[in-house]
């Protein structure tokens, strides 16, 4: 598959995307999000078709589901957007040179973006609400199971970019195949950087076979750690939302780590979990200890594969430990460096939980869902950077920027 006319158009699109006024980025993302909720009904009836392809049981179909709330939430978040303040033309730095040369450090677009996403048709307006604000083109390559939605929903935004005299260009949607997969992936000469969403074997496939850069984001193996020091009330209430809350995403709780002193509060703090049907993979010590007091039906014993796993489902493994130092070990072999929590009174081992774990965010006596760009004060997210170059946590449009020298003089020339 050929999709270097595609790939071109979208480059020289961009080039000229960062001379637009921001109002009038801004008021292209208003009407965005009015475009959004009069077609609700066409976008849920595409969103239709693609749930009709995905059993309910799928952890993903909560992922791909619109809904009329949602639909007013997303343009919510458009407008948020439109109002934040440009993070385009910063002065990150300023600096005179002994010879008379002004030299200024400012922040530019990335250039082109590509995503590459799973079944979630909500990232489509996420991603080029923060391309479009920060400068960037975009071009999106969805999942087959949110092929309707995506196609229906790229062609509304194509419509309000049409209406404002923008180039449509600046985004494009690629088909949902493995051959345009390929193609994003090999494409050096038009595309600046690549974001996945999605799951580990995605970020592992991206990361593996792409020439092009990469920012990590997405998978998260999020572990809490209950210390002996652990308030209980506090246990029950954040281990319940951190896994319950929304399993589908990124945040949610995975592994439940809890000081062997602490074994006989673990009925408690499970007790809720079993009005939304958790299954439990717990090792032997908290196997025991919460038998007879949790549903036989959804309580197992761990296996090793029960542990360093995304469920993205209504399931979570419990790993028992001596002291802290285990639970950091536990965390170190098994975190996706996405969000770890740890809940404790004793400050300083919350203090050696916060420097010790290594992770784009860590917690303290709260759940990690608070994980999300929005709760960060940082309005929409492309997603959650798991790595350390350029961007770490959620990337909002700070991190939708690069840098350039800006270089004035008078006619100097170097000896």
């Known amino acids: 598959m050929n999709l270097d006319n595609t790939f071109k158009s979208v480059a020289m699109a961009s080039r000229k995307l960062a001379l637009v006024e921001e109002q009038v980025i801004n008021q292209l993302l208003s009407d965005l999000s009015e475009a959004a909720v009069k077609n609700t009904a066409y976008i849920l009836k595409e969103n239709k078709k693609d749930l009709a392809r995905m059993p309910e049981s799928d952890p993903k179909y909560d992922r791909l589901k619109l809904t009329e709330q949602r639909i007013k939430d997303i343009a919510s978040d458009l407008v948020n957007v439109s109002r934040l303040p440009s993070p385009l033309g910063r002065i990150l730095d300023k600096r005179n040179h002994e010879n008379g040369l002004e030299l200024t450090k400012i922040s530019v677009p990335l250039g082109v973006v590509g995503i590459i996403y799973e079944a979630r048709p909500n990232v489509t307006f996420d991603v080029f609400s923060l391309c479009i604000k920060s400068g960037n083109a975009c071009i999106l390559k969805g999942g087959s199971d949110?092929?309707?939605?995506?196609?229906?929903?790229v062609g509304i935004?194509?419509?309000?970019?049409?209406?404002?005299?923008?180039?449509?260009?600046?985004?494009?949607?690629?088909?949902?195949?493995?051959?345009?997969?390929?193609?994003?992936?090999?494409?050096?000469?038009?595309?600046?950087?690549?974001?996945?969403?999605?799951?580990?074997?995605?970020?592992?496939?991206?990361?593996?076979?792409?020439?092009?850069?990469?920012?990590e984001t997405g998978a998260g193996i999020v572990h809490t750690y209950i210390d002996r020091s652990a308030n209980l009330e506090k246990s029950i209430r954040i281990v319940n939302n951190a896994k319950t809350r929304r399993?589908?995403?990124?945040?949610?709780?995975?592994?439940?780590?809890?000081?062997?002193?602490?074994?006989?509060?673990?009925?408690?703090?499970?007790?809720?979990?079993?009005?939304?049907?958790v299954e439990i993979f717990a090792d032997e010590k908290a196997f025991?200890?919460?038998?007879?007091?949790?549903?036989?039906?959804?309580?197992?014993?761990?296996?090793?594969?029960?542990?360093?796993?995304?469920?993205?489902?209504?399931?979570?493994?419990?790993?028992?430990?001596?002291?802290?130092?285990?639970?950091l070990d536990h965390i170190s072999e098994y975190s996706s460096r996405h969000s770890e929590a740890i809940i404790a009174e004793d400050q300083d081992v919350i203090e050696k939980f916060m420097k010790s774990v290594d992770a784009a965010a860590v917690y303290a006596n709260t759940s990690t869902a608070f994980t999300d760009g929005a709760q960060f004060g940082l309005g929409a997210e492309i997603g959650i950077s798991t790595q350390k170059l350029h961007a770490r946590g959620p990337m909002a449009l700070e991190e939708m920027t690069s840098y350039k020298w800006i270089v004035k003089g008078d006619g100097q020339i170097r000896p």
């Open 146 to 153: 949110a092929e309707y939605s995506n196609i229906a929903i």
């Open 157 to 215: 935004i194509k419509d309000v970019i049409r209406n404002h005299g923008l180039n449509e260009n600046i985004l494009a949607l690629l088909p949902a195949n493995r051959e345009a997969t390929t193609a994003l992936l090999n494409a050096v000469n038009y595309i600046d950087i690549i974001i996945p969403r999605g799951s580990q074997h995605l970020i592992n496939y991206v990361r593996d076979h792409a020439k092009v850069p990469v920012i």
């Open 247 to 277: 399993v589908s995403v990124c945040n949610a709780l995975d592994c439940l780590i809890i000081h062997h002193d602490r074994l006989a509060d673990l009925k408690e703090i499970v007790k809720p979990l079993a009005a939304n049907n």
């Open 288 to 327: 025991h200890s919460i038998k007879g007091n949790y549903p036989d039906a959804l309580l197992m014993k761990a296996e090793k594969e029960h542990f360093g796993i995304e469920f993205l489902d209504y399931k979570l493994s419990i790993k028992t430990v001596q002291n802290i130092d285990e639970a």
